[in-house]
Each structure stands twice: as structure tokens, then as C-alpha cells.
């Protein structure tokens, strides 16, 4: 018998239904990040076809990939998601690697980040008290995030289900709003969106800018993964999983583009190019210095609670879809034991929701000591390079440093998760299949493509390589901790 013939032995209740499933796309997506690197992308492209252009590809290599991830998910409706599509399409060590590389860097860094975003914003809403640095105050709210979430979620799948349910719809709303803020008000003048056309840019230039901006925008669509590790807990997985992707994307890339042309009808290019994108001196943030233009000061400090809120709902997808990657691993025996229990009265997996939890606000600790702590050449036994490291982490914001992390180590093991689809449909043509890929075999290769586009791209670049190679590296540690890890399954116990 196959590993995807197997039923596991130890299961999750279904008790989420079709709208926390979409909430677990769109809520999940809808981070900080349409709110704050748009002026990179107009740094990158400075010029509104451009960033019309990147912005919509992103939407589509995000799009070809949740619609093939689609079929994986309905196919396989069990805990765990991209570990559960990997393991079975290759075997127990690549997906082992993916799980090692989701709970080091890629769930528990997307957290880390989020929770960094909203304690920045949070700090400027509610300033610190006396005595209190500043980044002490906005790491301490990160953490307080962190731990709501988890908590929430320990409680219950239902509970962070609901939650996630009520936060989308702020959200989303929030958005809508924004997009129709400067026709209520006015404002925006069709003036501001040029220029349409590069003008005196080489094709080359273009080429690496659109690269560049893509990093960034592909940070804005990430966690459209999110709904397949809940497949086990969602209802009619065939059916839902399948329509959460599918019209999720749709209100995500209809979302970010219109948020974008909204941004450059409002601000010239040269401002949104100045509006730094930076979570820390949210004053000068692009959704910011469009608020202030529409609004005034009342603007800036309700965008302010609107991200506060999008980060706080986008922190708790992850701390809802994340865990059961690790509860599958230790499950089938790849991870310690405990973090398969399920909670006897709760029937949550509260242990690795906690682990997930903790390793994030060590991060946050650690990215603040770096940014706090400027390193001493001639104290430092440290290596050269990893002084180095240090500096550069130590001039550059949290967020802009964790998010290329993340990036490039998601986008390795998405590429391999879509391309699954290829290996199963070969291998296991007879197993039922309630959605099938749309426009299979393009749509897959689309999102292959360009992933492989894009990692190319980073190891290239000389401000992403650093921090794809830290993620590359990171990856073969795993190799050695899988050895270490690995046991005989045993029949997991109840906390």
C-alpha cells in the first residue's frame, strides 16, 4: 500500500466550512504588503504599464499555481498540504526538507514578519511608555500578537476559522473602500498616472527592474497556499478547496490591481517612487501618503488601523494553516511525536501550534538584538562574512530582510508542489480526482516557468543573492536533521 492510499491514524475534526476556507486564501494573502511595496515596484518599474504589467503577472503565476494546487488539495484532502502533495509525488525527504525549510524560515519567518509589521504600526498608534525603546515596545506587540493567535487557535479550528472569517471581511471591505476613496472624496487626477511608457530605460533595464519589482509582489500574493494544510478540517474538501482557490485569486488580483491604480491616480510616480514602503516610518509609506492626500492626519492614523488589522488576520491564517504541516510530519513519524498530539478537548494540534509560535517570536528577539545591537569589528571573533551579515541586518529593516528570505525558500518548494501534479497524474492516473487542473498541462507550466525565472533572478541579483543563498543553505542542513529525525511511526498519543 502507497502513502497516499494510507489513512492516517490519528485525524482532525471537519469543522470549517466553505467561507473559512476562502477567508483562509484571501485573509491570509492580505497582509502588509499592498500597503507597503508598491513603492518598490515603482522604484523597480517607474512607469504605470509597468507596474500594471508585474503586478498582473504576479496575479497570474500565483493564479496557474493555486489552480493546480487546486486539484492536489481536493485530491488529497489531508493535514498538512504541500508536505502531504510532495511526499507523496517524491518520497519522505523532499517533503521533510519542505517542512524543516516551512518551520525554520518560510511559516515561522512569514509570521515573524507580519507580527513586525504590526507592531511598527501599532507602536505609532499606541506610542511606547517612558523608559521604553521604541523597538523594544514594537517587538514586545509582535510578540503580544504572536501569542493571540495561537492562543485563538489553540482553542479551536472553529475559533481561528471564525476569526479569520470576520477579519477577511474588514479587510476586504477596508480595501474596497480605498479603491473608491478618491471618488467619494476626490483627489486623484488621471494626470498622476504617467508616465505610461518607459522613456529612455534599455530593454535590459526594464527587464531587471520587472525582476526585481516581482520579489515584492509575489511577498504581496503569498499565503495562497494556506487553505490546503486545513484540507483535513474543511468540509467537502472536493468541492471547497477548489472554489476558496479559484475565486479567491480573483478577488485578490482585482483587489491589488485596483489598490495600485488607486495609488498612482492619487500620488505622481515620483512620490509613490519616495513613499519608502517602510513599515517602520509608516508616516512615508505609500497607503499612508495616500490617506494623508485624501484625508489628512484622521487618514493616516485609520490606514493605520487598517493594516494593524490585515496584519493581525494575515498572522492568524498562518498560525491556522501552518501547524499542520508539522502535525503531518510527526504523524508520519519525520518530526518529534509530541507535535502530532491532538488536544483532547479542543481536538487541535496545540503543540505544534505553539512550537510555530515560539520559533517566531525567537526571530522577532533575534532581527530585533541585530537591528539594536550594531556589531564591534574588533571585538567580534565572528567570521568576517557573518560580520558582514551582521552589519547589513543592522541598517536594514526587519520586514525588508525576512520577506526575501521567505521568498525565495516558498518559491522553491512551490515550484516543486505544482509540479507534482505532472508526477501523480502519470503515476496515479485511477485516483479520484473531484477537480481537475483548468487548462492543464499550460497552467502548471506557467507557474514553473516563472518560478524558475525568478530563483534564477534572486542568485543573481546582488541585494537578493546573500539571503538566497542563507535559504539554499538552510535547505541542506535539513538533510542531515531528516537522518536525525527520522524514526519508526508509532501510533501517535493524545495529549
Known sequence: MSLIDEEPKTTLPRVL????????????????????????????????AGIIVVWGLGGLFSG??????????????HAGGLYVFLRAAYGPLPAFLFGWVEFLVVRSGSMATLAAAFGQYFAHVVEP??????????????????????????????????LQVFGTALKVGGVATLITLPFLVGGGSTANLAPFWPV?????AIFQGM?????????????????????????????????????GMVVLIAAYLGMTLAYHYVL???????????????????AAVYCDHLLGRPGV?????????????????NALAGPRAYFAMARDGLFPASLCRVHPRFQTPANAIVAQAVWASLLIVAGTFLIMVPPDDRASVLPGFLV???KKLNQTPLYDVLYTYVVFGASIFYLLAIASVFVLRARRPELPRPYRTIGYPVTPLIFVASVLLLLGNMLVDAESRVPSLAGLGIIAAGVPAYWFFRRTPGSPGRS
Open 17 to 48: 466550512g466553505p467561507a473559512a476556507a476562502f477567508s483562509a486564501v484571501v485573509g491570509s494573502v492580505i497582509g502588509s504588503g499592498i500597503f507597503l511595496v508598491a513603492a518598490k515596484v515603482a522604484g523597480n518599474v517607474p512607469f504605470l
Open 64 to 77: 496557474a499555481g493555486a489552480l493546480t494546487l487546486a486539484e492536489l488539495g481536493a485530491m488529497l484532502p
Open 129 to 162: 511608555p517612558a523608559g521604553v525603546p521604541g523597538k523594544v515596545w514594537q517587538s514586545g506587540a509582535a510578540i503580544a500578537a504572536i501569542a493571540v493567535v495561537a492562543t485563538v487557535n489553540v482553542l479551536g479550528a472553529r475559533r481561528g476559522g471564525t
Open 200 to 204: 529612455s530605460q534599455s530593454p535590459s
Open 211 to 247: 525582476m526585481a519589482a516581482m520579489v515584492s509582489v509575489l511577498w504581496a500574493y503569498d499565503g495562497w497556499t494556506n487553505v490546503t494544510p486545513l484540507a483535513e478540517e474543511i468540509r467537502d474538501p472536493g468541492r471547497n478547496i477548489p472554489r476558496a482557490l479559484i475565486v
Open 268 to 286: 505622481p510616480m515620483d512620490e509613490v517612487k519616495q513613499s519608502v514602503g517602510s513599515a517602520e516610518h509608516f508616516e512615508r509609506a505609500v
Open 301 to 317: 492614523i485609520g490606514i493605520s488601523l487598517l493594516v494593524m488589522c490585515s496584519t493581525f488576520i494575515a498572522l492568524n491564517g
Open 388 to 390: 558582514a551579515a551582521w
